[in-house]
């Protein structure tokens, strides 16, 4: 029976091990609490964001609106919205896996006012 002990205790140590990688997961950065909805219109004379200030990790799901007179566009990082008409919208998603400031712009029928910079924490 003593010789039963030693392989009690490893498979003990095994689950305690599994349970400290792979048991509670609320810290990490893919649950859906992290997934931030935006808005973003765009105008003549600028960008407008409901929020310019995330956390890192968050997933920002950006519904962009073109409020201007001129087709344009929101790029924020690499990611990019769709072309916009003059009142079209469209729904993008990025990430923000870094720390920093990551800029936002439209590139398309661009002009002053329409670029700044977001702040991940």
Same mark, same amino acid.
């Given at each position: 029976?003593?010789?039963? #002990?030693?392989? &009690?205790?490893?498979?003990?140590?095994?689950?305690? /091990?599994?349970?400290? &990688?792979?048991?509670?997961?609320?810290?990490?950065?893919?649950? %859906?609490?992290?997934?931030?909805? /935006?808005?973003?219109?765009?105008?003549? %004379?600028? #960008? =407008?964001?409901?929020?310019?200030?995330?956390?890192?990790?968050?997933?920002? =799901? #950006?519904?962009?609106?073109?409020?201007?007179?001129?087709?344009?566009?929101?790029? /924020?990082?690499?990611?990019?919205?769709?072309? &916009?008409?003059?009142?079209?919208?469209?729904?993008?998603?990025?990430?923000?896996?870094?720390?920093?400031?990551?800029?936002?712009?439209?590139?398309?029928?661009?002009?002053?006012?329409?670029?700044? &910079?977001?702040?991940?924490?």
């Amino acid at each position: 029976m003593k010789a039963g #002990i030693p392989a &009690l205790l490893f498979v003990l140590a095994v689950v305690g /091990v599994g349970l400290a &990688l792979f048991g509670d997961r609320s810290g990490a950065t893919t649950r %859906s609490e992290l997934v931030q909805k /935006v808005e973003a219109k765009i105008t003549d %004379s600028g #960008i =407008e964001l409901s929020r310019d200030t995330f956390v890192r990790g968050m997933i920002p =799901e #950006i519904h962009v609106v073109n409020e201007s007179s001129a087709r344009r566009n929101f790029v /924020v990082g690499v990611d990019r919205s769709k072309i &916009l008409a003059p009142g079209a919208d469209d729904n993008m998603v990025t990430h923000l896996p870094e720390r920093g400031r990551v800029p936002y712009r439209a590139t398309v029928n661009c002009g002053p006012g329409l670029s700044g &910079l977001l702040t991940v924490l």
